[in-house]
């Protein structure tokens, strides 16, 4: 699977993992979500959708939790109001990585995503990068969908249960 695609669907689990963290705090309304990811000044924003259930959140959570885990010295998550604060000292392998990401919910409805990464030493020539990623709902999951099939600028749909090894 080419490095983008497993940059978009990263992001989109780590975007999405946070909102089951606090009790109190609601989640992503079940359905279709249209996900626009801007990544540097000069990058065009990139569509993905993903059909996402209670199930597919929890999953999603559980697998971005046990990743950075075993990656990262440092992950935690703070919730104040309508935001979600993610503050993340990983080691990649290649290079060390710091980020913070603040997301802003509208209810379970939408949200936007601000986030900030460092890589030592640089990664791809890369010493700083930014992302902007801003979730909607758009209505219920399109015919023939199931719960986690993400659909991948330029079209490509994945379910991200398999790619996370639960298939269920």
Not at 70 to 87: A, F, Q, R, S
Request: aromatic letters at 4%; proline letters at 7%.
């Amino acid at each position: 699977m080419p490095p983008s695609i497993r940059a978009v669907i990263g992001i989109a689990i780590f975007a999405a993992a946070p909102l089951t963290v606090a009790q109190d705090f609601p989640k992503l309304k079940p359905g279709l979500w249209e996900m626009t990811m801007t990544t540097g000044k000069r990058d065009a924003p990139r569509l993905s959708t993903i059909c996402l259930d209670d199930s597919v959140q929890r999953e999603m959570y559980k697998m971005s939790t046990g990743m950075m885990a075993g990656m990262c010295t440092k992950h935690e998550i703070k919730v104040l109001g309508n935001k979600v604060t993610t503050i993340a000292d990983c080691d990649l392998g290649i290079t060390k990585m710091q980020s913070q990401a603040v997301m802003t919910l509208n209810g379970n409805s939408s949200y936007h995503t601000e986030a900030r990464a460092k890589f030592d030493p640089p990664m791809n020539d890369a010493k700083e990068q930014s992302s902007i990623i801003d979730g909607k709902h758009v209505g219920a999951c399109r015919p023939g969908q199931q719960p986690g099939d993400m659909t991948l600028p330029g079209g490509h749909t994945v379910n991200v249960r398999q790619l996370m090894g639960s298939g269920s």
